[in-house]
């Protein structure tokens, strides 16, 4: 029998002792300038630079960390080959131990989404290799079905969009309808899915977005989706703490992944790490805000004695 | 200053004499045979074919419609190398002279949807040069704006989801709130930024993506929204007809394009041209349904005499 994403997520926070997804979100303003050069204006040299960037930012997280991140929005910018690039970088991560959460909030009509599924979803029959994917639920529920059974059948898991971390996500995941907010009725059809497909963990593959941003839904969700794993962004330059997201847990320390993109890939842009390490040792910069937010999600949660 | 995409397309939608998009659809068990050969396993082999096969269309089709619409997901389904396709496709659309829509359904908080923005958005630009590309609208208006000022800043479009084709679609869309479906609000903010930057054919650059299937809600939203251009799919395999659309465009038979994929792509499979055409003769199947979709929408619309 295939295993369960949700306990192959379950056990990888377990073996680290932290939740943290390290996201791979390679900006250009932003990266090291050695890596910069000067290839501003060609995509491939950017690709190549973003593909360099995130296996170097993978080598320092890899040994700390249970999973992370791509943004193929970053990647995408760069045409065909910023996709070859991520494709590396997947590949690398994996080689590296982490599991892969391919972040491309892909979603569309039942027999496409199916090809985005196929495409996606599974470490070894799938093109792109990723352990799990976000997904976008605006189509309804035969959009993510196909996503959901392909997911279960090889072993992979999804997060589906709840409730997210931007200022303005209320414009429709708040509105009332029949007495509750919209993220209420998405949240039901997850954890539907999730607590259908359980393994010892309690927690199911078919995982949910929740911002670190709005901690009262995270309060709220968690006790409405007791089988649904949660990715938590929104935590670190989007202004969440680690008080923040301690309603994403259980009382165990288990349930939620907490992602840091921006944070921990350059925080040698942070004031706290500016002076100490500087451009030329951000990797150490990388693994100093790593260690510190392991730390703080430790100091504010049970996530370390799982 | 920048031409824009509104009056782009609606220049070619009067040159055509017709609205139709060709959906790029390549699923690999629809294939001409002699496109397929041996290489169903392999990725990079798939890919190729499926480049070889759209491009096949286009020769056909660049003729007589004013765009094509390529559906990323088949294309990721073949990992990297898909991708590379994808990009021959567009470009190869572009140089014979059809307007390039890029089906992504892109989407993700304000930050980020810009690098997708600028990723696909404006022939010159960007590393994908396309015309225009669908988003999803679930994350809120500040996930849609990055999106909305690239495009007008590049005289390029956007096809925002409204109210999908998929008999699903309700689940979200039609739950009401403040007494009306939430398509309707996501239309509102549609209509109000094609509104803003109109050209001479009263229409914005600003689309809305809306059913065939759901021909009431097109009736409603084309009064609700005179400035936005609709992108409709499920005319053909999904069961929309040339009846069924006549409410999207207006007395003058402007205001919609009306998208076909499988039914124009895979004519050779369809019951009226499989006896005459058969497969090897599949890019005569695809000039007939071509044809006759636009002469199907010449009969119930007035867009044959823009």
Redesign the interface.
Known sequence: MVKLFGETLAEAVRRCGNPVVVGL?P?WEQLPEKLVGNSAVD?AARAGAYEQFCCEVIDVVAPLVPAVKP?A??F?????????A??KVVDYARAQGLLVIM?G??????S??E??A???LGREQ???HCDALTI????????LEPFINVAHDRGAGLFV?VK??????????D????GEP?YR??AR?VEAQSSANCGASGYGSIGAVVGATYPEQLAELRAAMPHTWFLV?GYGSQGGTAKDVVPAFDENGLGAVINNSRGIIFAHQRAEYKDTFGEARWQEAVAAATREMIASLRAETNVGNL
């Open positions: 979100d900006r995509f943004q929005a970053f995408e910018e760069c045409g065909p080959a910023g996709l070859l991520l494709g972040d909030k892909r979603n569309d009509i039942g496409t989404a090809a985005y196929r495409g996606y799938s093109a792109w976008s639920p605006y189509l309804g529920a035969d959009s969009l997210t971390s931007n200022p303005g996500s209320g414009m429709l995941q509105k009332l309808s029949d919209l009725a998405v059809y962004p």
